[in-house]
């Protein structure tokens, strides 16, 4: 997640708890899925054109359509382990690369929520997605899903949300730079945070070319009735030693309330360790897909 794609540092969110890197979703992906219904493949890349850019994609099985928005930085070729394949025995699921970002066209010098949130529904469109869609948004992708669904609420048929960024976390005057040490010189693991989160909130140095002001329009988002499912994790995530993990982690979690206002049908569920992610996001779908 953020923190994997940035370093540890801004490890409000895990990394890893929809990718393969701590073997969450692997192996025991496959095994928790149904035996009913065999899993199905990724099929070729496609290239979608949304205007006069290029988005590549992929897309696995059949019936509801579902979209998955990776976190900040993670190409769909690594950001999702074998989770498309497994909910793929569900629904239409699809991935895609956001511009900048693997195989996709570069990035343009400036975007935003609202512009990803744009380019999310073109790809949907390109992709011949029957709406309304299930968007599951892991970590950064969660805004983008979120901007898109109040955009869209008649075309979003309920979101899945894996350990998101909550509004006023992130971003220049979010709660995570106020829980921060000072910058000290002496501290290189410290410093090593400040400069991976300087970089984040600045345009030119943004993998994505994320404007900061976009977080001050995501906590200015509606509340919507579709159904969203917001998945957290149970762990306290390490930091630098300076860093008081447990404060910064409560103010995580206290934050989800502000994505569970986002919808007047929110539902918090807490997964207790990294294997269970693969079988809760999956329950989670089926109960979007019955929404």
Not at 122 to 130: A, F, M
């Amino acid at each position: 997640m953020v923190a994997m794609a940035l370093a540890p540092a801004l490890a409000g969110c895990p990394s890893g708890s929809a990718g393969a890197g701590d073997g969450a979703v692997t192996t025991a992906t496959v095994r928790a899925t149904s035996t009913v219904r065999a899993t199905p493949t990724l099929e070729p890349e496609r290239d979608v054109a949304v205007g006069d850019r290029h988005f590549k994609a992929r897309c696995a099985g059949s019936g509801p359509s579902v979209v998955l928005v990776a976190d900040y930085g993670r190409a769909m070729d690594d950001a999702w382990g074998t989770i498309p394949q497994t909910l793929a025995t569900r629904g239409r699921v699809c991935v895609y690369d956001r511009l900048g970002v693997g195989r996709s066209d570069s990035v343009p010098d400036r975007q935003t929520f609202a512009s990803l949130a744009g380019d999310l529904d073109g790809v949907i469109s390109g992709l011949g997605l029957t709406r309304p869609v299930v968007v599951l948004g892991d970590s950064l992708g969660a805004p983008i899903a979120l901007t898109w669904t109040s955009r869209h609420a008649s075309d979003a048929k309920a979101v899945v949300l894996l350990d998101p960024v909550p509004p006023g976390y992130f971003g220049p005057t979010g709660a995570l730079l106020r829980l921060l040490p000072p910058k000290d010189p002496g501290d290189p693991e410290l410093g090593g945070l400040w400069a991976d989160l300087d970089r984040f909130n600045t345009v030119a140095t943004n993998r994505e070319s994320l404007d900061p002001a976009s977080w001050t329009a995501y906590e200015r988002l509606p509340m919507t009735s579709t159904p969203l499912y917001d998945l957290v994790r149970a762990q306290v995530q390490p930091w630098p030693a300076a860093v008081d993990a447990d404060a910064i982690d409560g103010v995580w979690r206290q934050y989800q309330r502000r994505v569970l206002a986002l919808s007047s049908q929110a539902e918090l569920r807490i997964v207790p360790k990294p294997d269970d992610w693969p079988t809760m996001i999956r329950s989670a779908l089926e109960r979007a897909l019955q929404s």
